[in-house]
């Protein structure tokens, strides 16, 4: 009886430490793939990059273009966009890597930070937007 009663709090300690670690790890997942992925061009506080990468702070574009926004974090773009009346024309890598989950927690970091109160993706949505999502956008 003593030993079952080890193993079961043995147990129920490392499942306790496994749940609450799932959890510490998403809570600013999509902070770390923005520092990851994004940062370097569109800048620590999501201004961009003096004319040549469009900001994300304050950005219509995110509002304008929310269907299209899984595609773009996934594939890159290429062409003009006007973001804020202003047209900016360089070619933006895609992320391919990034799971439909990550892309979510991405797109939520950008809609709700950088002076952005914009409408939250769900996982659902941001899986349907990336089933037609062509293999390079223009």
């Not at 959890?23 to 061009?41: H, I, M, P, W």
Request: net charge neutral.
């Amino acid at each position: 009886m003593r030993k079952s009663k080890w193993a079961v709090l043995g147990f129920g300690t490392l499942s306790l430490l496994t749940l609450t670690q799932c959890f510490t790890d998403k809570q600013n997942e999509g902070q770390r793939l923005y520092v990851a992925n994004c940062q370097s061009c569109h800048m620590e506080d999501g201004t961009g990059l003096r004319g040549l990468i469009p900001p994300l702070a304050g950005a219509d574009y995110l509002q304008k273009n929310r269907q299209q926004l899984p595609c773009l974090i996934r594939h890159g773009a290429e062409g003009p966009m006007v973001v804020n009346g202003k047209e900016y024309n360089r070619e933006m890598p895609g992320a391919e890597r990034l799971a439909p989950d990550e892309i979510t927690n991405l797109l939520n970091y950008m809609q709700t930070n950088f002076g952005n109160s914009n409408q939250r993706y769900t996982m659902q949505e941001v899986t349907l937007l990336l089933e037609p999502c062509p293999p390079h956008q223009q």
